[in-house]
């Protein structure tokens, strides 16, 4: 595969002026305090190379485009500011074409629907202004009911060649549903496709859920019910509808579950006999190990991704603040100290920042900072913000959003880690305490 000709550096630096990069040639983006110019990409209608491919061709264009301007990096340039058209997927391309009207990243691609039912697509990349390609041509198949999935493999594809990035087009979210009056809400898990689409639903509203969590495999999910009259972790499969209690005791309540890296182990909070703490469970053998032992709050515990260690909200200095320990337990290390509350950390998958909640002079925030505590940014700002989960990539947090007053109903919001491109994740109903699945295999 060429050596890529075409970078993006994307706005993610946390200090005061985040990082530019220039490529040789032409395209250049400047990223200064967080300001981005979007790259300007043309995805050319897709061609479908026999009748019954014509509709899922469109739509396959129209959700590639959309998944790229939809980051905030990319600018769609129009079908009808075209000058030349794409007839021949294997054509060669007219550069001059797309320099005047001032394209930088071209897609061309294709779709071909077989007599028994199977849709294959595949994409070209180019960097005009290079006169070159991106990389090699690629083809995907999947059954016709799938070509949504093949789209945003399609756009990672795009995305991870021109940024240097993992992409995250082609992963889930698993959220909470709620429906009903403020005052009394039914809530139940649903599951949909990261921009909002494909959704189903995993549990019923008989009782009340809260805080689902992927396993790094993205096939389980852990999760916090009411079903016995009190909070208790649960464990189902995302292409089930059984669910397994965990840590099911009658002197105690469990809650918000997360997966070690391993998924194997379970790090959760235990409340007994008025104290709570931070435990780990074998989800095989259902052996427990308690890590903490203060006399306060301990609870939201998160793995870092190299498994070593533990972040986790905790009252033991007067309020909230976050901490980070071991995974097999010891002495905890405060690395917040802003004024405010701290909690609902989150190691991101990079390793390189946890994502939090923060609560101060009246107001909630998504922040990020360093493990060590450095580098506290805010990215977000509202009468509540909470609950941030990261992409795949550990480039985009996803979190909940409320607003104030008795109609005020949750909805899932998204913001990079440079604070830009906030934007509402449709959901037809209310929704909360979204978690993002790996890529999915």
């Known amino acids: 595969m060429k050596q890529f000709l075409l970078s993006l550096a994307l706005a993610f630096a946390l200090g005061t002026q985040a990082l530019a ?28 190379e026999n009748p019954a491919a014509e509709e899922y061709a469109a739509r396959i264009t129209e959700v590639v485009a959309g998944d790229l301007v939809g980051t905030g990096l990319f600018r769609d340039i129009p079908h009808q500011a075209y000058v030349s058209q794409v007839a021949d997927f294997d054509a060669p391309v007219a550069y001059p074409d797309w ?8 897609v061309v691609g294709s779709a071909t629907l077989t007599s028994d039912g199977r849709l294959l697509a595949k994409f070209r990349l180019f960097d005009v202004f290079a006169d070159a390609p991106l990389g090699d041509g690629l083809q995907f198949a999947g059954v016709a009911g799938s070509w949504r999935r093949v789209a945003h493999k399609i756009a990672d594809q795009v995305y991870s060649r021109i940024t240097g990035e993992g992409g995250y087009f082609d992963s889930r979210v698993v959220y909470v549903e709620a429906t009903g009056p403020k005052g009394d809400r039914r809530k139940r898990l649903a599951i949909m496709d990261f921009d909002g689409e494909n959704v189903r639903y995993l549990t019923d509203a008989s009782s009340i859920v809260l805080a689902p969590r992927f396993s790094p495999t993205g096939d389980r999910i852990l999760f916090t019910s009411y079903e016995t009259g009190f909070p208790q972790i649960y464990e ?9 209690p965990l840590a099911i005791d009658a002197e105690s309540m469990t809650f918000a579950p997360r997966y070690a890296p391993d998924g194997r182990t379970v790090v959760y909070s235990e409340a007994r006999r008025g104290n709570t703490d931070i435990y780990t469970l074998d989800a095989t053998t259902l052996r427990r190990t308690r890590l903490t032992s203060a006399p306060s709050i301990e609870t939201a515990p998160s793995f870092s991704p190299d ?6 909200e905790s009252d033991r200095s007067g309020n909230q603040q976050l901490y980070v320990m071991p995974a097999s337990g010891g002495q905890p290390r405060r690395i917040s100290f802003g004024p405010g509350r701290y909690g609902t950390p989150v190691w991101s998958p990079r390793g390189d920042f946890i994502a939090f909640t923060k609560q101060n002079a009246g107001r909630f925030h998504i922040g990020v900072m360093r493990a060590d505590g450095s580098a506290e940014r805010l990215l977000t700002a509202s009468f509540l913000d909470e609950g941030p989960t990261w992409s795949p990539n550990g480039r985009v947090l996803m979190f909940t959003r409320e607003s104030a007053g008795a109609e005020g109903k949750p909805a899932l919001f998204s913001v990079d880690i440079s604070g830009r491109n906030l934007r509402r994740v449709p959901t037809e109903t209310a929704a909360s305490d979204p978690a993002w699945s790996p890529l999915l295999p």
């Open 21 to 48: 990069q220039e490529r040789t040639g032409p395209l250049r983006i400047e990223i200064t305090k967080g300001v981005i110019e979007p790259v300007a990409i043309a995805v050319a209608p897709f061609l479908a």
């Open 307 to 312: 498994g070593r260690q533990i972040v986790f």
């Open 236 to 244: 189902l499969t995302v292409g089930g509808v059984d669910k397994t």
């Open 99 to 106: 320099k005047a009207i001032n394209v930088e990243a071209l």
